[in-house]
Nanobody, 124 residues
Framework: QLQLVESGGGLVQPGGSLRLSCAASGGTLEDHAVAWFRQAPGKERETVSC????????NYADAVKGRFTISRDNAKSTVYLQMNSLKPEDTDVYYC?????????????????WGQGIQVTVSS
């Protein structure tokens, strides 16, 4: 059973940067698309970014375009989310999820594997 673990969250000042990691165990992320989601209590879950199994296709929510970059290292079974120019409204619990598919992200509707989530707080 594939398991995902997020790391790299924490408290950062507005304008700062963080890099989230999503590491897989119990399997590899090869042939898996991976996405980052975020959700605050009482709010709907939002898709932040997604990367296809090969890394050739990525997409981003409008709110993070130009500030966040998703990447992957299949040799390490890890996907990263580099977050720059962070804003207070980026404060959320961030989750990574994986889907065993070679489809591009736009056509993925089910995410069977999830991490436990990690807190990101942007505050002065």
């Amino acid at each position: 059973q594939l398991q995902l673990v997020e790391s790299g969250g924490g408290l950062v000042q507005p304008g700062g940067s963080l890099r989230l990691s999503c590491a897989a165990s119990g399997g590899t992320l090869e042939d898996h698309a991976v996405a980052w989601f975020r959700q605050a209590p009482g709010k709907e879950r939002e898709t932040v970014s997604c990367i296809s199994y090969s890394g050739a296709s990525t997409n981003y929510a409008d709110a993070v375009k130009g500030r966040f970059t998703i990447s992957r290292d299949n040799a390490k079974s890890t996907v990263y989310l580099q977050m720059n120019s962070l804003k207070p409204e980026d404060t959320d619990v961030y989750y990574c999820a994986a889907a065993p598919t070679r489809r591009v992200c736009d056509y993925i509707v089910k995410w069977p594997f999830w991490g436990q989530g990690i807190q990101v707080t942007v505050s002065s």
